[in-house]
């Protein structure tokens, strides 16, 4: 679904959107589903009992949760050594494809193949996911019942045999591996690492972390779990959230494209077929869009009465045709597990508000957070 082209891509997209849709996404069902896990990862959090906590895993575990209950019709415990074992894969290859050697290795493959270096170990962690997701598509194959598909691995193993008389299918045993991967990894890491990225936001401004409390007081109380349809009354909530996602800028060159036609672009002419990356960074710090763009600023989405106002500047999804096919899923999680967290707990610093550093560890493929720990205070 990311990298692919053409009619395989158009066929793939529109299976796996209608699929995730009849699963949940986008519906009320899949918001308890998210209620559910934003319930687990708040009572996981009380026990630190205001300790200094890394959130890494913590919200990996509750955003990957989500969406493993729609891939593989299931959800995992919080200390299952296996599923550990997948959410740190994941969180180490977003790392490593948005270091130095990860951009490297995309601008010269055929040189950086041969060379020893860091950036063999994507592969390495890649084939492991690989093999768990082919290891979860064999146990639901041996469990398969027809008339009652349980997930996506359950309505692709179908979609293949009643193609497999089709030699022009795309739905075989290894496009399903990969679009299981896909979702998997994109389901979990770009969500997470937006929600790493609010904490130490909010802790960095607390008078922020302050706003969005007296909404969620205001609006949702301190016992019932707050819901997608309390944002409409939440706009300085929703401005922070789009705001985090807009100075975060989690994928700040988007996915690659390629243009359809040949095409004249500043001069240059790109002929058809060729590789281009959308560079989202460009818009999300443009200063004709956002005022004093290089600055955390949740009134760049407020407008003069307070209210939430959108920004067509705003391509954290990125845009088109090949815009973020899980948007939506995404946009409900982010509200929930960050409201759910401010709700139950004051997320305090270990290091005073101004030794704080927003700015990103690595930057390229990815932007990612800074490690570090925090105290979640009751409220």
Not at 195 to 202: A, F, H, K, Q, V
Request: glycine share 6%; net charge neutral; aromatic share 12%.
């Amino acid at each position: 679904i990311a990298f692919s082209n053409g009619d395989k891509w158009k066929v793939l997209r529109r299976f796996a959107i209608q699929t995730l849709r009849e699963f949940g996404m986008g519906r009320r069902s899949i918001e308890e589903r998210i209620q559910e896990e934003a319930r687990c990862m708040v009572e996981d959090l009380a026990k630190t009992k205001a300790e200094p906590v890394d959130p890494t895993f913590l919200i990996s575990r509750g955003v990957s949760n989500v969406i493993c209950s729609i891939v593989f019709g299931d959800r995992f415990d919080y200390e299952d050594k296996k599923f550990l074992t997948l959410v740190g894969l994941m969180n180490n290859n977003f790392q490593r494809l948005s270091s130095w050697w990860g951009q490297m290795y995309n601008l010269f493959p055929r040189v950086l193949y041969y060379l020893p270096g860091p950036h063999n170990r994507i592969f390495e962690n890649f084939e492991k996911l690989r093999l768990f997701v082919l290891e979860m598509v064999k146990m639901h194959q041996e469990t398969l019942d027809p008339n009652s598909p349980r997930d996506f691995i359950d309505c692709f193993l179908l979609k293949m045999q009643q193609e497999k008389k089709d030699p022009l299918t795309y739905f075989h045993m290894n496009t399903l591996v990969m679009t299981t991967h896909n979702l998997f990894f994109g389901g979990t890491e770009t969500t997470s690492t937006t929600l790493r990225y609010g904490i130490l936001i909010l802790m960095k401004y607390p008078e922020m972390q302050a706003k969005v409390y007296e909404e969620i007081s205001r609006v949702v109380g301190p016992h019932r779990s707050p819901s997608f349809e309390d944002r409409v009354q939440m706009p300085y909530t929703e401005a922070l959230i789009h705001e985090i996602q807009r100075f975060a800028d989690i994928l700040p060159m988007g996915i690659p494209h390629a243009v359809t036609t040949d095409t004249e672009f500043h001069g240059f002419v790109l002929p058809k077929g060729t590789n281009v990356m959308p560079v989202l960074y460009s818009i999300h710090k443009d200063a004709t869009q956002f005022k004093d763009p290089e600055a955390f600023d949740p009134t760049n989405f407020l407008d003069e009465k307070g209210g939430f106002r959108r920004r067509e500047a705003f391509m954290a999804f990125s845009a088109g045709k090949r815009v973020c096919l899980g948007e939506g899923l995404a946009r409900m999680e982010n509200f929930l597990f960050l409201t759910t967290l401010v709700q139950r707990f004051t997320l305090q610093p270990v290091i005073p508000t101004e030794e704080i550093d927003i700015s990103p560890m690595i930057s390229g493929l990815g932007n990612v957070p800074r490690p570090y720990k925090f105290r979640a205070v009751p409220r």
